[in-house]
C-alpha cells in the first residue's frame, strides 16, 4: 500500500501554496477554481506520483469554521 493522493483544508491556498513551492520546493501540477473554491495540487519533484491537494477549509462542505472561544 501507498499513498498517492491527499488532501489538506488550508485557511489561505496561497499561504500555503508558498509555503509548499516556495520553502518545500514541491511542484504545482494543478491550479484550478470550481463554483468560486480554488483548488491546488502540488507534489514533491521526487515523487511526482504523489499528489497533495490544497483547498480552502470552506470546500469541504462537512468543515466547521473554527471560533475562538
Known amino acids: 500500500m501507498k ?6 483544508a488550508v485557511h489561505d491556498v496561497d499561504q500555503a501554496l508558498g ?6 520546493g514541491f511542484e504545482v501540477r494543478d491550479d484550478a477554481e470550481t463554483e468560486g473554491t480554488r483548488w491546488v495540487s502540488v507534489c514533491p519533484p521526487s515523487q511526482p506520483d504523489v499528489r497533495i491537494l490544497l483547498r480552502s477549509s470552506g470546500a469541504d462542505p462537512g468543515s466547521r469554521k ?3 472561544g
Open 3 to 8: 499513498l498517492s493522493h491527499c488532501a489538506l
Open 19 to 24: 509555503f509548499y513551492r516556495d520553502v518545500l
Open 66 to 68: 473554527r471560533t475562538a
